[in-house]
């Protein structure tokens, strides 16, 4: 049993679960799929076409006749992470084919590793596959090489990433997913919920939902309805609010309609969890962030959420050490989460990506000063964490419960907990019979800094 760190980095997906077994002879694709949730899903594409097509798919180098490695170019230190996992891959295999954010950089990755077979940018699934067809002919045998409706998951059975679209039309200038992943682009809500149908159908328990600004959903082509379905966050929260899964809304950008998806929470349609990227609170810092700079309003928006829905759990990440950033502007962060008291906090050290316009900011913060600004900041997170968690004990809860190992200790989750990125509540008795993906009642009977302790309920 581990408890949760407290520096986990909030950008991460969970690790892929691949539990392939190739018949004989049957060409093998082994999938390295590094970043974000987003980069996840494109991953679960890829493979769900490669399983049609008749290929197995391995969880490492060796037992595969190719590797995909699915990239990361979010920050420099990712971006590093991606050319490691690809020379470990060409080291140990020798047939790589890159794709994800980082391919939409080519020379960046052929400049280090000149020898691998293909470079392809993020959401590329055809130009992927035609670079494994080219390394790896298929072999299909239509007998035993059958997909299930619900496609190739990466993640536990119950649950699931659910992505609504691709694409940022924000320009905020520490960042270049829209360089990337190109500009707001949302999937018709009638294809959103007949995918959220299926998964539910096959099983799926909770359903995290995923782009890269959710609340900007359905803009881009004007909140068309289609088959009696709306495309706008509201209305589609609803929807898929009435499938009978927990629904978690991730990477709401702080727009004014947010506060139409409080009634929904306290209707019990989708989860008491907003994850919102708040980034920081000095508004000269938000502004030189190119981002919205109304931390005042922001906190009034959070009292009048809590005021409706008392339970709710706000997570969001921040930024700290960003260009021009004085003492002063960081000291106004502290005080600002003094005040807003989110309960599940992930925080960067600012670096510099190529191509992100806040690499030309004047004042550059040195890093031995973001260091201790990070630390500082996350010691009043944990603070925050350990007081909100102190206060749940004696609490009843539902919980999901994520794994079950070999001592009987189920590591679970609250409504107020995401996979990876916040906290566990672990049950250490009591747990015969218990199931995986299994929703049960809980009394919290301990809390740390970030996990919590409970005793299940019969």
Known sequence: MSQNPPNLRPDLAPRALITDAPRPGQPTIGMVSLGCPKALVDSERILTRLRAEGYAISPDYGGADAVIVNTCGFLDSAKAESLEAIGEALAENGK???????????????????????????????????????????????????????????TPRHYSYLKISEGCNHHCKFCIIPDMRGRLVSRPAHAVIREAEKLVEAGVRELLVISQ????????????????????????????GSLGAWVRLHYVYPYPHVR??????????????????????????????????????????????????????LRSTFIVGYPGETEAEFQT??????????????????????GARSNDLPDHVPDEVKQERWDRFMEKAQAIS???LAAKVGKVMEVIVDEIDEDGIATCRTKGDAPEI??????????????????VAVEVDEAGDYDLWGRRLT
């Not at 980082?102 to 392809?120: C, D, K, N, R, Y």
């Not at 959710?214 to 898929?240: F, M, N, Q, W």
């Open 422 to 439: 916040d906290g566990n509540l672990f049950i250490d008795e009591g747990t015969e019979g218990l199931s995986v993906g299994e929703i």
């Open 386 to 388: 350990e007081a909100k």
């Open 333 to 354: 962060l502290l005080d600002w989460m003094d005040e807003a008291q989110l309960d599940r906090v992930g925080c960067f050290q600012y670096e510099n990506v190529a």
């Open 260 to 313: 139409n998806l409080i009634p929904l929470v306290a209707e019990g349609l989708i989860l008491p969890y907003l994850d919102i990227p708040f980034q920081h609170a000095h508004p000269e810092t938000l502004k030189r962030m190119a981002r919205p700079a109304a931390a005042a309003k922001t906190l009034d928006e959070i009292a009048a959420w809590r005021r409706d829905c008392p339970d709710i759990t």
């Open 213 to 240: 600004d959710t609340s900007a959903y359905g803009v881009d082509i004007k909140h068309k309805e289609e088959r009696s379905h709306r495309a706008h966050i509201t209305d589609l929260a609803r929807d898929l």
């Open 96 to 154: 790589v084919i890159v794709t994800g954010c980082l391919g939409a950089e080519p020379e960046f990755i052929t400049g280090a590793h000149p020898s691998v077979l293909a470079v392809t940018g993020p959401q590329q699934y055809e130009q992927v596959l035609d670079a494994v067809h080219g390394a790896v002919p298929p072999d299909p045998d239509p007998f035993v090489d059958l997909l299930p409706a619900s496609g190739v998951k990466l």
